[in-house]
């Protein structure tokens, strides 16, 4: 298939970008890079022994979009691409909605000018809110209490209706939990601009050098160790879902939502932890006092996946870890270097 992704030059686009090739597709990347490297594609390149086409553009400039989709003879769309910061999300929330909601827009409706109707849509867990109890299931009300979340949901709700109005779409929703690691070759990984918003990649800059030390946001949670505990996802195997789910889809109309994540929880001083294994020392860290908004434990019930995709998470914690140290220690200032 002819496969175009929309910020595919980010860290999870860029490692299913690798999962396509490798599985013999053709592959088109739409990125703005305002938030991503395209250095990424080239190691893509690299990794894969194969070639992709880049276009850097908007997916706001419907008329570019529409281009890309003729001139490459896009079968599918998988979309990445939109702003995912939880925190920024609350400071300046009309840019979440112009990029992610009016982005996805107008995605749409160059893919519906062109003729293509096929999508797989990153969604997120944030969709499930503050009141759901762990394990996650798709049927689950959702309930996004961030405006980050709160333009998932909208997506979500966007799509469903568009597939709703015309039985020829084919529409997969991937909740995923917290995708972490990297590629084992160390050549790609997660590269976050600024200061890390997520555990992992922050704990893989202090390890390397580039923060003094982790804070633990929290040690009176009720869990077993009094951090929080969130469902930690390979990228790898988070990359195969979508795959695997652009694959379902060709036999499959209509609107699909698959929860992507392990079925199990850690806690934040596991994950530390089991970091500090895979760089052989211990890792600065201190506790302070809880993060506004931080809910104490949740996790996926994946097994609809299993069940329609043939889709489980492979990798450990120990895994996801050693291979993000990989990453940072091979690249300690990513892309950049």
Known sequence: MDVLLTGGAGYIGSHTAVV????????VVLDDLSNASQESLRRVEEITGRSLTFVRGDMLDQALVERVLREHGIDAVI?????????ESTRVPLDYYSVNVAGTL??????QATDVRTIVFSSSATVYGELAVAPYLEKMPRDAFNPYGRTKEHIE???TDVGAADDRWRIALLRYFNPVGAHPSGRIGEDPQ????NLVPF?????VGRREKLVVFGDDYDTPDGTCVRDYLHVM????????AMDYLADHGGVHIWNLGTGRGHSVLEVLHSFEKAVGRPIPHEVGPRRPGDIAAFWADASQALTDLGWVATKSLDEMTADHWRWQQQNPDGFAA
Do not use: C, T, Y
Not at 20 to 27: D, I, N, P
Not at 79 to 87: E, I, R
Not at 194 to 197: A, F, T, V
């Open 237 to 244: 195997d988070l990359a195969d879902g979508h795959v695997r």
């Open 20 to 27: 396509l090739l490798e599985a013999g597709h053709r592959v």
């Open 194 to 197: 600024g200061i890390p918003n």
């Open 157 to 159: 709700d966007i799509l």
């Open 106 to 111: 107008s995605l749409l409706r160059a893919m």
């Open 79 to 87: 979309h990445f691409a939109g702003k995912k910061a939880v925190g």
């Open 203 to 207: 704990i893989a800059q202090v390890a």
